[in-house]
C-alpha cells in the first residue's frame, strides 16, 4: 500500500523544531512505500487553506542545513483549533489522500492531533495521527522532558551567567523575566549560571509557587545587604495566592490575547513593575530590569546537541511508528539511567490539554531557590560544554595610606 504523509508545526518556534521535521521528512525515504512527504505551511492553518509543500523534493543537503537552522521553517501558527476546525482538517487530508498526519508541538497541538484522529475514526478512514512534542516550557505530562527545552535552557543559563558578570563589576540589583505561564522549568535553569559561591542568581521565583511581594521584597533586602548586590530570575506566570498574575496585580490590568490568558510574554511590564517596587520600598537606586522574551526561543548558536539529537530522533520514531502500524501517539521522551533515553509511544489522551509543572523534589521549601536535584535534571539535557567563566586571583597590593590633598 501506498503512502502520503503530512508534517506541519505548531505553536511556539525552537531552536531544534527543524530537527524534527526533517527527521520525519528523511526517515520517510527509508520506506519505499511511502509515495509523498508534504508539509503544511504554518501548521494546522495551512491545511486548512490547503497550502501544502513538496518535501520529497528537498535535497538532504537543503534539509540538513534547515534542521540546523532555528525557529520553523515551515511556518507555524497559533491557532487553538475546536472540533469544526479539526473537522476541515480531516476534509483536506482526505482531499489528497494523506493518510498519515505528524503535528510538532506542544499541549494545544497534541490536543489538535487528538481531536483529528477521533474525527477520522468516526468516519471510518484509517488516518495515522502522531503528535511530536516541542515545547520550551517543557511542560507535557508524562515526558522527562521535551525538545527545545534544553537548547532554550543553556541560553537561559549563558545570560544569566553573562548578567551576573556585569553586575559583578557594577554592583546593584538585576530582575529579568523568562518565559512560563505554568512552568517554571525555563526559569530554574537561571541556576546553572552558578560557579563561585556568590554568583547569581541569587533568587529565582517560579510559578509553581504563590508570590509574596513583601517576601520578595525582603529577600532582596537581605541579599542585598548580605553580598552587596543581588540578581534575581522571574517566571513571567508568577501570581498571588489567588491565583492572579502578579503583573496584572501590580498594573490593575493586562493585556488578553486571542485565547483569554493574560498576556505575559512581549512586553516588559513585569520586570518593570518589580523593579519599581525595589527602588521606592527597599531605597536601592541602581535597579535594572530585562524580560528575555523571544531571544530564548530561536537564539542562533546557542543550542545543545542532546536538544539536537533527540528532536531529530522523535521525529523519525513517529515515522516508525506509524508505518508500523502502532497507531495514534504521542511519541514521549523517557529518561534511562544517567544519562540515556528511550522514546515510547504514548496514549493522545495521556497529554492532549495538560500540563506539567516542577515537580516539589526540584524547588527549595522557601520557594525562591532550586534544589541540588534540579542540577543533576538540567547537567545532562544543556550538554558538558557549557562556557567556562573565570575571576582574577591576584593579590591585593597593600595600600600606601597616602593623604587625600597631600602633595608630597
Known amino acids: 500500500m501506498s503512502h502520503k504523509i ?4 505548531g505553536g511556539g518556534p525552537t531552536a531544534v523544531i527543524n530537527q524534527s521535521m526533517v527527521g520525519v521528512a528523511l526517515e520517510a525515504r527509508r520506506f519505499p512505500n511511502i509515495s509523498r512527504v508534504y508539509g503544511a505551511l504554518h501548521g494546522v492553518r495551512g491545511i486548512v487553506d490547503d497550502n501544502l509543500v513538496d518535501l520529497g ?3 538532504v543537503v537543503n534539509l540538513e542545513a534547515v534542521a540546523a537552522t532555528p525557529a520553523a521553517a515551515l511556518g507555524s501558527t497559533r491557532d ?3 472540533l469544526k476546525y479539526c473537522q476541515e482538517i480531516f476534509k483536506v487530508l482526505k482531499a489528497h489522500a494523506i493518510d498519515t498526519f505528524f503535528y510538532i508541538g506542544g499541549n494545544d497541538s497534541s490536543d489538535t492531533v487528538r481531536i483529528v484522529a477521533d474525527e477520522a475514526k468516526k468516519a471510518g478512514n484509517p488516518l495515522r495521527a502522531v503528535h511530536i512534542p516541542k515545547t520550551i516550557d517543557n511542560d507535557l505530562v508524562g515526558f522527562d522532558h521535551t525538545p527545545g527545552y534544553p537548547s532554550a535552557a543553556r541560553f537561559v543559563a549563558q545570560a544569566f551567567a553573562g548578567a551576573n558578570l556585569d553586575n559583578l563589576a557594577l554592583k546593584g540589583v538585576y530582575c529579568a523575566v523568562v518565559m512560563g505561564r505554568h512552568a517554571g522549568f525555563l526559569t530554574a535553569a537561571s541556576a546553572l549560571a552558578r560557579k563561585f559561591p556568590d554568583d547569581g542568581p541569587h ?7 504563590t508570590f509574596v511581594i513583601d517576601k520578595f521584597l525582603t529577600d532582596v533586602k537581605e541579599t542585598f545587604e548580605r553580598i552587596g548586590r ?3 530570575a522571574v517566571s513571567e506566570g508568577i501570581h498571588d495566592e489567588k491565583g492572579e498574575a502578579i503583573v496584572t496585580r501590580l498594573m490593575g490590568h493586562a493585556e488578553k490575547d486571542a485565547h483569554g490568558n493574560v498576556q505575559l510574554s512581549g512586553t516588559g511590564a513585569l520586570a518593570d513593575l518589580l523593579c519599581e517596587e525595589v527602588k521606592t520600598k527597599i531605597g536601592i537606586k541602581r535597579v535594572r530590569g530585562d ?6 526561543r530561536s537564539f542562533v548558536g546557542c543550542v545543545s546537541r542532546v536538544d539536537q539529537r533527540e528532536a531529530r530522533e522523535v521525529g523519525e520514531k513517529a515515522v516508525q511508528y506509524a508505518m508500523g502500524g502502532h497507531g495514534n501517539g504521542s511519541v514521549a521522551i523517557r529518561r534511562i539511567g544517567d544519562y540515556a533515553v528511550d522514546y515510547p509511544l504514548i496514549p493522545l489522551e495521556a497529554v492532549a490539554g495538560k500540563t506539567r509543572v516542577m515537580e516539589d523534589e526540584f524547588i527549595v521549601p522557601a520557594g525562591n531557590d532550586v534544589t541540588p536535584a534540579f542540577y543533576n535534571y538540567l547537567r545532562p539535557l544543556v550538554g558538558a560544554d557549557m562556557p567556562e567563566v573565570a575571576r582574577l586571583r591576584a593579590a591585593k597590593v597593600e595600600k600606601a595610606n597616602v593623604l587625600v590633598g597631600d602633595s608630597t
Request: aromatic content about 12%.
Open 291 to 296: 524580560t528575555f522574551g523571544y531571544l530564548q
Open 57 to 59: 523534493q528537498e535535497t
Open 203 to 209: 533568587l529565582i521565583y517560579l510559578p509553581e509557587r
Open 80 to 82: 487553538k483549533p475546536d
Open 230 to 232: 543581588c540578581i534575581i
Open 6 to 9: 503530512l508534517v506541519a508545526q
